[in-house]
């Protein structure tokens, strides 16, 4: 299974860059990932923006995980 990869962050915060999830959970307790093979595409890249100094401030990139159980 390969996937995209994150978004980008935006520009005006600047934004924290997407994330590259390959499974998404709610009940970990069933999650089962044996003869899985993961291709995973790149997090995305923080945003960038200057401030009024002209001194130029990144936002977070994004991570990469394989599993992320969200909570309830």
Same mark, same amino acid.
């Given at each position: 299974?390969?996937?995209? *990869? ?9 934004? !924290?860059?997407?994330?590259?999830? %390959? &499974?998404?959970?709610? %009940?970990? %307790? !069933? #999650?089962?990932?044996?003869?899985? /093979?993961?291709?995973?595409?790149? *997090?995305?890249?923080?945003? &960038? ?5 002209? =001194?130029?401030?990144?936002? =977070? %990139?994004?991570?990469?995980? =394989? /599993? #992320? !159980?969200? *909570?309830?």
């Amino acid at each position: 299974m390969q996937r995209g *990869p994150g978004g980008d962050g935006g520009y005006g915060g600047p934004g !924290r860059g997407g994330d590259s999830i %390959d &499974i998404a959970t709610l %009940d970990e %307790d !069933r #999650l089962t990932v044996e003869g899985v /093979t993961f291709t995973q595409g790149p *997090p995305g890249k923080g945003g &960038i923006r200057w401030d009024d100094q002209g =001194e130029m401030m990144l936002g =977070e %990139d994004g991570v990469a995980v =394989e /599993t #992320l !159980r969200f *909570p309830r």
